[in-house]
């Protein structure tokens, strides 16, 4: 992304910005919390709202709604009109009701924010040093199942929005090579097995991954009532000499491999290639940083690396394409269609060599 020459002085007021950025999150979220912004949009159609009736209809003590919105003021999330009374901006609005946006929001206030505070020891020891704010794990990925309710629920609100929207056109290019057993790598909640098994009554899937997220895949697998064409097999694919079973036609991987190190994930797709034939695919879906079409997009895929520095593992990272070619040939696989999948993500249709 090319950089835009700026005057000094912009410069400047984009250095304090930053500075202070952690004011205005917080400002932000407090406001939402209070329902502050529900509440001046919802009034909009009454030439904004007076400060005392914000204070008196949400109860919110006089000090400190003025502090939040001075604050909210000056960061343009709202405004006042010719006759003083609050309306929300056009930054206040998307902030409040977009909901990438707000998905961006709960996940970095309660997965990421106090581990952030760590990040310098993340980047000095190779661990993800902000973790220890959540629990006593190695990886996010070993506490996830054991996260506090709130916390993760906007973990995996942050997992699934990047996800969801392309299992359609995904299941398009796994119908198209008619398989009869799945092997889901990474199976989460069992959202793209449920996609599957619900398209289709041939399919057979075995999901492998961490007990905790195995367990409730398949409980959710169940509860849907095919529980009868899947099976789970535990795995810890940091363990020594990972291995899965042979037979499958198809190995399914959707942001998956970005949760590993470069060399952790050319183990990953070895013990792939050791179990597949010449006629099994292997689909692996990313979100690329150098495929990116929109400067936002790229800006929260390096965030998210920011967090899998701090937070999930202390040595992954969202990946260009150009890496994850060299990793797949490294592996002895080959890439065989390289298809765009929705705005942001890529599919790599890959085979043994």
Not at 130 to 153: H, K
């Amino acid at each position: 992304m090319k950089q835009k020459s700026i005057k000094a002085i912009d410069a400047l007021e984009e250095a304090q910005r930053i500075a202070l950025a952690p004011f205005v999150f917080q400002t932000a979220v407090s406001l939402r919390k209070l329902g502050v912004f529900n509440y001046i949009f919802d009034n909009r159609d009454s030439n904004g709202v007076s400060f005392n009736e914000i204070s008196e209809s949400l109860s919110i003590p006089p000090y400190g709604l003025g502090v939040l919105l001075e604050m909210a003021e000056s960061a343009a999330l709202v405004k006042k009109n010719e006759d003083e009374r609050y309306e929300l901006t056009k930054t206040g609005y998307f902030l409040n009701y977009d909901k990438t946006v707000n998905v961006n929001l709960n996940f970095t206030h309660d997965v990421c924010y106090k581990g952030l505070f760590h990040l310098q020891d993340a980047i000095t020891n190779g661990k993800p040093e902000g973790l220890q704010e959540l629990g006593a794990w190695s990886t996010i990925y070993e506490g996830l199942s054991q996260l506090s309710p709130q916390v993760q629920q906007s973990w995996f609100e942050f997992d699934h929005h990047y996800s969801d929207t392309i299992f359609a056109e995904a299941l398009q290019q796994v119908y198209a090579r008619k398989p009869k057993h799945i092997f889901d790598i990474g199976g989460n909640t069992g959202k793209f097995a449920l996609q599957c098994l619900s398209n289709s009554e041939d399919i057979h899937i075995t999901i492998y991954d961490l007990p905790g997220q195995l367990k409730k895949a398949l409980a959710n697998v169940q509860k849907a009532g095919f529980g009868a064409r899947v099976s789970g097999t535990e795995i810890d694919w940091l363990a020594p000499n990972p291995k899965i079973a042979e037979g499958a036609d198809l190995i399914w991987m959707s942001q998956f491999l970005d949760c590993f190190s470069e060399a952790e994930i050319v183990t990953i797709l070895k013990t792939c290639v050791a179990s597949m034939t010449q006629d099994t695919h292997l689909l692996i879906t990313e979100t690329f940083t150098d495929r990116q079409h929109f400067d936002k997009a790229k800006y929260v895929l390096e965030a998210t690396s920011i967090y899998f520095t701090v937070m999930a593992n202390g040595n992954s990272k969202m990946y260009p394409a150009t890496v994850f070619e060299r990793l797949i040939d490294e592996a002895g696989l080959k890439i065989e269609e390289d298809l765009k999948l929705g705005a942001y993500h890529t599919m790599l249709v890959c085979k043994k060599k």
